[in-house]
């Protein structure tokens, strides 16, 4: 009976384990169901967080599951610190000792440098102790025309004078504001990158005119009663390309026009004003990445306009992103106020995601300089990608990686949201200022 009594307690107390069991099992869901973040998005490198939306724009933060740990302790500076520190001087081609020489300056017929500067290629150094990180798009002011960088690159501490392919975009100046340049915007929180469509013509077409294009297109719409002119001639031809050419040749140059500059066409207080409206909710004190988004990892974005993924931008670590985030979030503003296209369903973050871990599938060129750093590029037929990759002792890691849409390929509407299953159309979130 004794044994009997023993059986039964046992029984009643495992009956009653599986009933605490089989209580808290749903709880612990319903705990694990109200996580910040949804797992869906999320492949084995990379996760994209809620998107931030304001106007036509959303922006998806993308996290990095892991660290890159051999971008962590890497030291550098921008763009923006070196010439606001003026560690870093850019110059026409012409201004630098023994890298401008002509032939009727050997024949012994003097005449000015400045006649011999290139619309392509400026010169730059890089006194600072740290290399020097220089990103597609970057816009310098001054000389005699405001130009952007036309490729990711890396330049060495203490560097020798070098040539800096560039882009021209204020094609209706080619007289002298400064003898060095500088960085855009009034103030440090104003400095600009292109916006894409001008953004894509520099890295992707790689074509003078096109960039030419692109800006007559951004500043007329900013400025409609002040549209720019035809594009300038310089030399006699137009430029085309990022090699040099010289615009001392022959040709006539085009007085300067009030707003051929696209940089301060994009710095007028109205224009300025609209970028920042749309930007606000993306930035913290006007520049920085959310502390929220630094905790959690972010190193890039994609940015959609009209419920249209078209850009993102990564980067190696949250530190690399916070340099450059209030440039690329008011890149993405400028565009979204221009943009022709209709307002589409929201892009998704699976969208998102399929856009960045997606492999290009294109003709792949690649430079560089030994043991500094490669750049490569893959143009394939509806997107293609740049990637900057630090090659330096003790590194190896992608700096960054910069993928674009094709305009043509956008507007075909081949997109990514045709190849994610089970995708369907539906309404585009509320709009958050």
């Not at 960085?183 to 929180?189: D, P, R, T």
Request: aromatic share 6%.
């Amino acid at each position: 009976m004794k044994n009997l009594k023993k059986i039964a307690s046992m029984l009643s107390l495992a009956v009653m384990g599986l009933a605490v069991c089989f209580h808290l099992a749903p709880i612990r869901g319903v705990q694990a169901a109200k996580g910040p973040e949804e797992p869906a998005a999320q492949s084995a490198e990379y996760r994209v967080l809620d998107p931030i939306e304001s106007g036509a724009v959303t922006l998806y933060p993308i996290a990095r599951i892991a660290a890159e740990s051999h971008a962590a302790d890497w030291r550098y500076i921008t763009l923006d610190e070196g010439l606001q520190s003026g560690k870093v001087v850019i110059t026409e081609a012409g201004k630098a000792a023994g890298l401008a020489r002509n032939r009727r300056q050997r024949d012994g017929v003097g005449e000015d440098a400045g006649a011999y500067d290139s619309v392509n290629t400026l010169v730059l150094v890089n006194n600072s102790a740290h290399p020097l990180v220089l990103l597609a798009g970057e816009i310098v002011t001054g000389g005699r025309q405001d130009r952007i960088i036309a490729k990711d690159r890396i330049v060495m501490p203490h560097s020798a004078p070098l040539d800096l392919s560039v882009f021209c975009i204020e094609p209706h100046r080619w007289t002298e504001l400064s003898d060095k340049f500088g960085s855009a915007g009034a103030v440090a929180h104003h400095s600009m990158i292109v916006e894409p469509s001008v953004r894509l013509q520099a890295m992707d077409a790689q074509n003078q005119q096109e960039v030419w294009n692109a800006v007559n297109k951004s500043v007329a719409a900013a400025h409609p009663a002040m549209a720019m002119r035809s594009t300038t001639r310089i030399g006699g031809s137009d430029v085309h390309g990022s090699g040099s050419q010289d615009a001392g040749s022959g040709g006539s140059y085009a007085e300067p026009a009030a707003t051929s500059s696209y940089a301060r066409a994009m710095a007028e207080p109205g224009q300025q004003q609209e970028i920042d409206k749309v930007a606000a909710p993306a930035l913290v004190n006007d520049s920085a990445m959310p502390e929220r988004l630094r905790k959690q990892n972010v190193v890039g974005i994609v940015a959609a306009i009209n419920g249209h993924i078209l850009w993102a931008d990564l980067f190696a670590t949250p530190e690399l992103l916070q340099a450059y985030w209030g440039k690329l979030v008011r890149s993405y503003a400028a565009e979204s106020l221009h943009d022709s296209e209709a307002l589409g369903p929201a892009a998704s973050r699976e969208e998102a995601l399929k856009f960045i871990v997606t492999v290009v599938k294109g003709e792949e060129t690649s430079e560089g300089s030994a043991g500094i750093y490669r750049y490569f590029e893959v143009q394939g037929t509806r997107d293609s990608e740049f990637t900057l990759q630090v090659t330096l002792p003790g590194t190896g890691f992608d700096l960054h990686r910069a993928r674009m849409v094709h305009e043509k390929s956008e507007k075909q509407g081949t997109l990514y949201r045709d190849t994610i299953p089970g995708y369907r159309l539906r309404p585009r979130p509320g709009v958050i200022y």
